[in-house]
T-cell receptor, first 114, second 119 residues
Framework: DGGITQSPKYLFRKEGQNVTLSCEQN?????MYWYRQDPGQGLRLIYYSQIVNDFQKGDIAEGYSVSREKKESFPLTVTSAQKNPTAFYLC?????????????FGEGSRLTVL | AQTVTQSQPEMSVQEAETVTLSCTYD???????LFWYKQPPSRQMILVIR??????QNATENRFSVNFQKAAKSFSLKISDSQLGDTAMYFC????????????????FGKGTKLSVKP
């Protein structure tokens, strides 16, 4: 089945460690996005990529990094510079020329910093 | 900057009844889109309904409909004949219309309303 796969589903890390969240899609979508969800805060855009080897900062990019070496993959690294990394991270994608604003989401990765 | 406000953190409704979730937004843009997304417990977020600001007619998708009041910057979601499967977090979202080639996924989300449908 086509969809977006995020892994791991749950992740624990110690302070000062970098961690990478995986996002893979087999929908042949051009654009991919990373959103952060905090309780009572809604979703906020971290990074997005409209094409391979190109990506743009969203509203809260500080302390995060991404890469887009393949169309199917858009991993997110949460670095030690991110002050409050404990959150639920959602990856999404959409098709160029598709319905504007229609995002397809993965099931999310919950990161807890101990 | 655009903002989206959902003033109801939690709501509940009896099965088969109707419920309305509120959303207001603030923008100086003329051309934009509004959305309601649904996030069921432990499941993927999905798009419920979408409204283009230039359209006066309110969008409808089966049991889901919106009341779009552009002048008041209000965008409420009505769920008719509520079902147990409607239990979820509902997020209102805004996206300004982008020029050709611009990103079509940079949404501004509200904080969400947790809806519980009771049997």
């Amino acid at each position: 089945d086509g969809g977006i796969t995020q892994s791991p589903k749950y992740l624990f890390r110690k302070e000062g460690q970098n961690v990478t969240l995986s996002c893979e899609q087999n929908l042949n979508h051009d654009a991919m996005y990373w959103y952060r969800q905090d309780p009572g805060q809604g979703l906020r855009l971290i990074y997005y990529s409209q094409i391979v080897n190109d990506f743009q900062k969203g509203d809260i990019a500080e302390g995060y990094s991404v890469s887009r070496e393949k169309k199917e993959s858009f991993p997110l690294t949460v670095t030690s510079a991110q002050k409050n990394p404990t959150a639920f991270y959602l990856c999404a994608s959409n098709r160029a020329g598709g319905i504007a604003g229609e995002l397809f989401f993965g099931e999310g990765s919950r990161l807890t910093v101990l | 900057a655009q903002t989206v406000t959902q003033s109801q953190p939690e709501m509940s409704v009896q099965e088969a009844e109707t419920v309305t979730l509120s959303c207001t937004y603030d923008t100086s843009e003329s051309n934009y889109y509004l959305f309601w997304y649904k996030q069921p417990p432990s499941r993927q977020m999905i798009l419920v309904i979408r409204q283009e600001a230039y359209k006066q007619q309110n969008a409808t998708e089966n049991r889901f409909s919106v009341n779009f009041q552009k002048a008041a910057k209000s965008f409420s979601l009505k769920i008719s004949d509520s079902q147990l499967g409607d239990t979820a977090m509902y997020f209102c979202a805004f996206m300004k219309q982008m020029n050709y080639g611009g990103s079509q996924g940079n949404l501004i989300f509200g904080k969400g309303t947790k809806l519980s449908v009771k049997p």
